[in-house]
């Protein structure tokens, strides 16, 4: 199965700094790179998405920087708190596709220190 | 709005018991989806249903995984035999998206956590 590339497995953040996760894909057909947050006894909740028409989108404290050319994307958390501290899927799909199914990466742990 | 519900929550058999998980999406929503997560990696797709018809099962272990989804409502996963290597979080979500329509949110329930001794 196509994979979605995710870095760092796990990241230690202090309070307010900034949190940075990356992902690479390998497949161009994919245009929808959503964001998840999943924490512990909980399904994933969508954050973010972005599709490569842009290169960037922020809501509020998050941000996804796209850049198509090296088929790379990242989530970006501002002023991260101890309340951000979860795992964070990124994932690629189809967008408008029949399908609509996403191909997870395998997660960032992120814990932020007060 | 109420979520996707999941049960059970957590199950523990051995190998070659058989088992089986319910899921109730949230309501109008057509498209339903189930996913499995291992320990420290992200959600697969075992198996895509929209309405009660299959849409993608190719990575479901059709040797042992099972899946229905009666009257395009409610879904239930089962697995016979279970294999030690099945033990995960097993995940169901849903989105309101009909064929040939824009990808929509999916949502997902909290899981079912499943331990093969």
């Known amino acids: 199965q196509q994979q979605v590339k995710q870095s760092p497995q796990s990241l230690i953040v202090q309070k307010g700094g900034i949190s940075i996760i990356n992902c690479a894909y390998e497949n161009t057909a994919f245009d929808y790179f959503p964001w998840y947050q999943q924490f512990p006894g909980k399904g994933p909740a969508l954050l973010i998405a972005i599709r490569p028409d842009v290169s960037e989108k922020k809501e509020g404290r998050f941000t996804i920087s796209f850049n198509k050319s090296a088929k790379q994307f990242s989530l970006h958390i501002m002023d991260s708190q101890p309340g951000d501290s979860a795992t964070y899927f990124c994932a690629e799909g189809n967008y408008g596709g029949s399908q609509g199914n996403l191909i997870f990466g395998k997660g960032t742990k992120l814990s932020v220190k007060p | ?117």
Request: with cysteine; aromatic share 10%.
């Open chain 2, 1 to 117: 709005e109420a979520g996707v519900a999941q049960s059970p929550r957590y199950k523990i058999i051995e190998k070659r018991q058989s088992v089986a998980f319910w899921c109730n999406p949230i309501s109008g929503h057509a498209t339903l989806y189930w996913y499995q997560q291992i320990l420290g990696q992200g959600p697969k797709l075992l198996i895509q249903f929209q309405n009660n018809g299959v849409v993608d099962d190719s990575q479901l272990p059709k040797d042992r995984f099972s899946a229905e989804r009666l009257k395009g409502v409610d879904s239930t996963l089962k697995i016979q035999p279970a294999k030690l290597e099945d033990s995960a979080v097993y995940l169901c979500a849903s989105s309101p998206r009909t064929s040939g329509l824009s990808t929509d949110t999916q949502y997902f329930g909290p899981g079912t956590r499943l331990t093969v001794l």
